[in-house]
């Protein structure tokens, strides 16, 4: 016969299993909630929702485009080729931020690659900008010789508030290439952490969450240095400028990364409070992404409607009737 300690053993034994069995369920649900389903398994058991979500987002991304090209039309009949090709390139961001928040949306898996070509529209922007904003002036050395050493105040956005204390400056060519470092640092230093992060993310997943935490101080003050310059910068060319609407075009550059980056990682663990979708394959994560991007994407076309604004001036036009005259 047992004796009352077997029979405790046993019990203690089958609750330790129990408890394992449920710990096991839990983390497949939790697993089957936030993964990415495979391609075949995504388009096979697609639901309403997410059909008419592709299809919303294919008319958004045409609309999008549709008035890119309305506004390069405009631009190549008004502005000359130094002042053109960066001027399309500012307005190219918006159709391409669109085209991949529609992707991600077609596929799922790669979601963190478009949202890094998101991130990157902004660290090819704010070059593209700087020289754009030096070319309306024809170049450092010509603005340097129309100012003849008029201080510039450094208090401006996004560090307004912890420069009050900074005296105004004066532009030298020394200074001016340290704002033109300041700003070419994004692309070289956001974009080998963003490399990193990507080959992290789909090879080791695991890693990833636990250093994703560490890069981002690194990119947050990457992107204050560029932002600041260009402000600057945007503050010195206003002066001799102001008709050009430099400040709406360096809002709409700035929309880049506070819808792209900031918003979409604010609502894409503000959504995790809320029951989305249902079982794998069309869970929890596809829900999020959909909306998520479906928003991007109205957004852009608003932001695209906006610089398209903004870069109406025909800038070349004028200087060639006051030529003529």
């Not at 300690?5 to 983390?27: P, S, T």
């Not at 497949?28 to 075949?40: V, Y």
């Not at 101080?217 to 932002?227: R, T």
Request: aromatic share 10%; charged share 15%; hydrophobic share 45%.
């Amino acid at each position: 016969m047992s004796s009352p300690e077997d029979f405790e053993m046993l019990r203690l034994q089958e609750q330790q299993e129990q408890v394992k069995l449920e710990r096991e369920l839990q983390q497949n649900h939790t697993i089957s909630m936030h993964s990415h389903p495979r391609l075949s398994e995504y388009y096979t058991y697609m639901t309403a929702f997410v059909s008419l979500a592709i299809f919303v987002a294919a008319m958004l991304t045409i609309l999008n485009i549709s008035i890119y090209l309305t506004t390069v039309s405009r631009l190549r009949r008004h502005l000359n080729k130094p002042l053109l090709i960066p001027s399309i390139v500012m307005v190219s961001l918006y159709p391409v931020i669109s085209v991949a928040a529609l992707v991600t949306i077609l596929v799922p898996y790669s979601w963190f690659i478009c949202h890094t070509v998101m991130h990157a529209m902004f660290m090819v922007g704010g070059p593209t900008f700087r020289m754009l904003l030096f070319r309306y002036v024809e170049s450092e050395q010509n603005y340097l010789k129309e100012t003849s050493g008029e201080p510039v105040a450094l208090n401006t956005p996004p560090c307004c508030c912890c420069c009050l204390c900074l005296p105004m400056v004066v532009p030298t060519k020394a200074k001016l290439c340290i704002s033109r470092y300041m700003v070419w640092q994004m692309p070289f230093w956001q974009g080998s952490i963003m490399l990193v992060m990507n080959i992290l993310y789909y090879r080791d997943l695991e890693l990833y969450h636990e250093v994703v935490y560490f890069f981002i101080p690194f990119i947050i003050a990457s992107i204050v240095l560029g932002a600041w310059s260009l402000q600057i910068t945007v503050r010195m060319i206003t002066k001799l400028h102001g008709d050009y609407q430099l400040r709406k075009k360096m809002f709409c550059l700035q929309l880049v990364v506070l819808l792209c980056k900031l918003q979409y990682l604010i609502l894409y663990e503000q959504l995790n409070s809320l029951k989305l979708g249902g079982e794998y394959p069309i869970n929890h994560t596809i829900y999020k992404q959909t909306i998520i991007n479906i928003l991007i994407l109205v957004e852009m076309v608003l932001v695209s409607m906006l610089a398209q604004s903004a870069y109406r001036i025909p800038i070349q036009v004028q200087i060639d009737d006051s030529n003529r005259k």
